[in-house]
């Protein structure tokens, strides 16, 4: 009965896929809406499979297909691949509805039927990644996710940014690829099997080779710092949608990847732990640190989709850490805290990259310095907006705080860690990890206050409209989710089976409201109720102006300041003269840019490498037959004395 | 949810709700002393609040429900953090009410308000102050996260009661590493509330102002709100150093002597501890907003150090 539920869900989104392209010769809404309704068909049927499987504690297991013995693809669905499924239809579900009415505004006729079949592709493409029961099937749809989304990526070809970021993307997602391949088949040579298969923890260095594969492909698809800058390029140019799928789903597919070869196949060393820690410590700093600089809506939530990895990165290190120092309850309360982080992240930067589509929409740009006042115009959208911002900023009652308090409980217990070398190591990404929280809420105070409040910093802000009916309910899904999951954190953790020492946050949640009620009783009956409107005071200003606003680049200038070692500058001046004494001013330049570190020190240097060996390959592929026909005689002749010699 | 524990609830909120305004006002007096003034009677805090409530609100044109909502919210997480810290009798603790990171995140939900509010009316004065006060709260973050990971280093528990029951019963001043940790609660005390030498709160001058500045556009029952929130969060913060440092008196069950008593030491002590504030704000002039970072990295390392020794001793 389960079993079939998943065919229908891989049915619904194969209909999805087909659909569109049969009728792309016409340019018509209704495929794209049946399309997009297929989407929503399979997220319901998923989202109750995975739900049945995560109460039950069912496996549901499916060979798909079996050429040679040894090559085999199968689905097994047990309760990690469940949950992550949930992920995945949850957020399926509400980009779809959102996306029935957004894909009408797009430009680009029946290229949006190539879209909506895409997407699809791409949803189905990442169930069957989490579905996949053998490591030869995680990586072959692995590739198939990758190159879908590719498309979604290059949706807006003709623009030059777009074909820029659409070639980053690809390498970058090529080379996830490319280690995701060389770890699965060390891992083959090692085991002789494509099953996940338990290893014994001794470690050889195949097995340690593999596992750094492994954790480099997922790092690169997660987006982990250094290798993070392909998110700051894909979102902004990829269409509002795609990024809450890509930043929402895809990057927890990486996330279920690294979670999948820790639990079901290494027996990980401590230092596999420390060493995710450490990347995941240093993604969330510098991701949350760049975004506060990010003065591009969707850019700056690419890197707090980068940040908020890193805090999951940070639960998994623990995890693999605590399990080496045998602890278990608190390397189970860490995995935990990373997973449930996984799903919160998946809601609310979906809501947040929805809403911020919305505005990108009704504004028509992406600069946050171009926006403001939206809260008169788009009230359901700043609503929507605003909760997501409180979830991110890690603010109790809501979703975001349940989990980093599962991720901070395990950090305050680690004093049961012998070694005190890590206890205090831990301690000191325990301070980081604060660090980090704070600095993402101030991050979300200047994204809501420079979007959403004061006045309009420009024409097309003051003349937004609210979005219509279906780009509202999809985030609105999301954002019921993230209050609901936030106020029954415990009692949701209990009905799966965990107890979690987290606090009651529905007592928390009655109790703030009981606390407003108080307030809001005494000041029924105590205080005067005569409201007057009256302008801003501006310090003797006659009228006040956008300009005289505190901008968000304003907002961000102490945090710019003292973390300015971080944010590196680079000072141009080069000036030119008509005489030798330098009197006379010929021309010049002079400009202060932001040092793109990790562009120009590792990306830069390595692709250059990389052009400089293509051109020495080159030279021997001269395009004349003759040298070709050469090569080939010079082979056969190696070969035979080769094997004359040896075989 | 036991009676006690709702009895608790009411007698936590009414107490500190009554006794806030006092040492607002006590800080200010010893102020005053110091700079040879006589000063306002130490009723004056809950004069300006009656008076502010009878007041009308004013609402710039151009601000939303943000700033309408602002002050309920803000008093509202202010109180409910309010709850986690027993001011003068400890109940069991229930369902979590009591753990020191959610005090901690309470807070800063009021923060995020405040100043989502500073930025509504679209002043300079309240986006200065919102950026300032964002960027302060950051950084001393870690400071703050060491110093509450040592106490559950210490105390072996997370939540603030059996913080509270484990210090009374040992007694005053039970370990080294307890006074150290003292002196970084009172750092963060003075970062929090936003006093000399991280901001002060006299002035009105932009230069200086960091919460009065984000909350230059409230007026009437409003202002009233945020700066009762503002007194009950000082509270708070002091009754967090007290009970940890100098916890006897503290009541563990409900009995009325128990209680009297209780909060007749709690008062004596937050008399004293208020003015020992007003003393280290009139010893010093607020410091340039960029020096601060190394006055927290100072705190951080300080609160570290405790955790070193813990760790190695």
Not at chain 1, 266 to 282: E, M, N, S
Not at chain 2, 70 to 89: C, H, K, M, R, S
């Amino acid at each position: 009965m389960i079993t079939e539920l998943l065919f229908i869900g891989i049915a619904f989104l194969l209909a999805g896929v087909v659909i569109p392209l049969v009728t792309m010769g016409t340019d018509r809404k209704a495929a794209r809406t049946v399309s997009l309704c297929c989407t929503i068909g399979a997220s319901a049927v998923l989202a109750v499979l995975s739900l049945v499987i995560l109460l039950s504690g069912e496996v549901i297991a499916w060979t798909a297909y079996q050429t040679i013995a040894g090559f085999i693809l199968t689905l097994v669905i047990d309760r990690l691949a469940a949950f992550f499924i949930l992920i995945i239809a949850a957020v399926s579900g509400s980009v779809a509805i959102y996306s029935t009415s957004y894909i009408e505004y797009l430009h680009g006729g029946t290229r949006r039927n190539l879209l909506c079949a895409s997407a699809n592709l791409f949803i189905l493409s990442m169930v069957l990644v989490v579905a996949s029961g053998t490591t030869l099937g995680f990586f072959l749809f692995w590739e198939l996710m990758a190159a879908s989304s590719f498309f979604l990526v290059m949706y807006e070809y003709d623009d030059t940014e777009t074909k820029k970021a659409g070639i980053f993307y690809f390498v970058m997602t090529q080379l996830s690829t490319l280690f995701v391949m060389l770890g699965v088949i060390i891992l083959y040579g090692q085991t002789g099997t494509f099953a996940f298969t338990h290893l014994p923890a001794a470690s050889s260095p195949f097995l340690t080779a593999s596992f750094l594969c492994l954790f480099l492909g997922f790092s690169i698809k997660a987006g982990i710092i250094p290798f993070h800058k392909w998110l700051p390029y894909a979102h902004p140019a990829s269409p509002s949608p795609i990024s809450a799928l890509m930043s929402g789903v895809m990057l927890k597919i990486a996330v279920y990847g690294l979670v999948r070869f820790l639990l079901d196949v290494f027996a990980p060393d401590l230092w596999w732990g420390v060493l995710i820690l450490a990347a995941g410590t240093a993604s969330a700093v510098l991701g949350i640190i760049y975004a506060l600089k990010e003065h591009d809506i969707k850019a700056m939530l690419a890197y707090s989709s980068i940040e908020n990895i890193g805090i999951i990165f940070v639960g998994i290190g623990l995890f693999v850490i605590f399990t080496s120092n045998n602890l278990p309850a608190l390397a189970m309360l860490s995995l935990l805290g990373a997973l449930f982080h996984s799903l919160n992240h998946a809601f609310f930067k979906s809501l947040l990259f929805l809403t911020a589509g919305s505005v990108v929409y009704a504004t028509h740009t992406r600069d946050i310095e171009h926006m403001g006042g939206l809260v008169h115009r788009m009230p359901y959208t700043s609503g929507l907006f605003f909760v997501g911002a409180v979830a991110i900023a890690a603010l109790p009652p809501l979703n975001g705080f349940a989990s980093e308090i599962l991720i901070f409980i395990p950090f305050f217990s680690s004093v049961a860690v012998a070694n005190p070398l890590f206890k205090v190591l831990l301690f000191i990404c325990l301070a980081l990890f604060a660090l980090t929280s704070a600095l993402s809420a101030a991050c979300f105070v200047k994204a809501f206050g420079s979007v959403f409040l004061a006045l309009p910093r420009s024409e097309e802000s003051g003349d937004a409209r609210e979005v219509p009916l279906p780009m509202l309910a999809g985030p609105a899904l999301l954002a019921g989710a993230c209050i609901v999951i936030g106020l029954l954190a415990v009692q949701l953790f209990a009905l799966a089976g965990y107890t979690v020492p987290i606090p009651d946050m529905l007592l928390v949640g009655v109790l703030l409201l009981a606390m407003i009620a108080l307030t809001f009783g005494t000041l029924y009956f105590t205080a005067s109720r005569t409201v007057r409107i009256s302008g801003t005071w501006g310090c003797g200003m006659p009228s006040q102006q956008p300009l005289t606003e505190y901008s968000g680049h304003g907002f961000s200038e102490p945090i710019d300041i003292i973390f300015s070692t971080i944010y590196r500058t680079k000072i141009r001046n080069e000036r030119s003269f008509f005489d030798n004494a330098g009197c006379i001013f010929r021309e010049g330049i002079a400009e202060i840019r932001l040092l793109k570190v990790f562009e120009e020190y590792l990306y830069l240097p390595v692709a250059r490498a990389s052009c400089r060996a293509a051109k020495a390959v080159s030279r021997i592929h001269n395009g004349c037959l003759d040298t070709y026909l050469l090569y080939v005689f010079v082979t056969v002749l190696v070969m035979v004395v080769w094997l004359g010699w040896f075989a | 949810m036991s009676p006690e524990f709702i009895l608790y609830l009411v007698i936590n909120t009414a107490v500190v709700l009554g006794i806030a305004p006092l040492f607002i006002s006590l800080i200010k007096k010893v102020k005053a002393w110091t700079q040879g003034r006589r000063g306002p009677t130490v009723f004056q805090t809950y004069f300006m609040l009656a008076k502010l409530v009878k007041k009308e609100v004013i609402y710039s044109p151009h601000s939303s429900w943000i700033m309408r909502v602002t002050p309920i919210v803000n008093i509202a997480a202010i109180l409910v953090a309010a709850l986690f810290v027993p001011l003068v009798f400890v109940p069991e603790p229930v369902g979590g009410i009591g753990n020191i990171i959610l005090l901690l995140y309470l807070l800063a939900l009021a923060k995020f308000f405040m100043a989502l509010a500073g930025l509504d009316a679209g002043s300079s004065f309240g986006g200065m102050g919102s950026s300032r006060e964002m960027s302060i709260s950051a950084i001393i973050e870690p400071t703050t996260i060491i110093v509450f990971a040592a106490l559950v280093f210490v105390f072996k528990t997370l939540n603030i009661f059996e913080m509270f029951t484990r210090s009374a019963a040992a007694g005053t001043l039970s370990t080294p590493t307890l006074i150290l940790t003292g002196i970084s609660l009172f750092i963060i005390l003075i970062v929090e509330t936003s006093r000399i030498p991280v901001d002060n709160p006299e002035t009105h001058l932009e230069l200086t102002m960091i919460h009065e500045g984000m909350i230059l556009e409230q007026s009437g029952s409003n202002l009233a709100l945020m700066e009762l929130s503002a007194a009950v969060k000082l509270t708070l913060l002091m009754a967090l150093l007290i009970n940890l440092i100098v916890p006897f008196g503290l009541a563990t069950t409900l009995t009325a002597t128990g209680l009297i008593l209780a909060l007749i030491l709690f008062l004596l002590k937050g008399c004293i501890l208020a003015g020992v504030i007003g003393l280290f704000e009139s010893s010093m002039a607020k410091m340039r907003f960029f020096r601060l970072p190394s006055l927290f990295a100072m705190a951080f390392f300080f609160s570290t150090l405790i955790i070193i020794i813990e760790v190695f001793s």
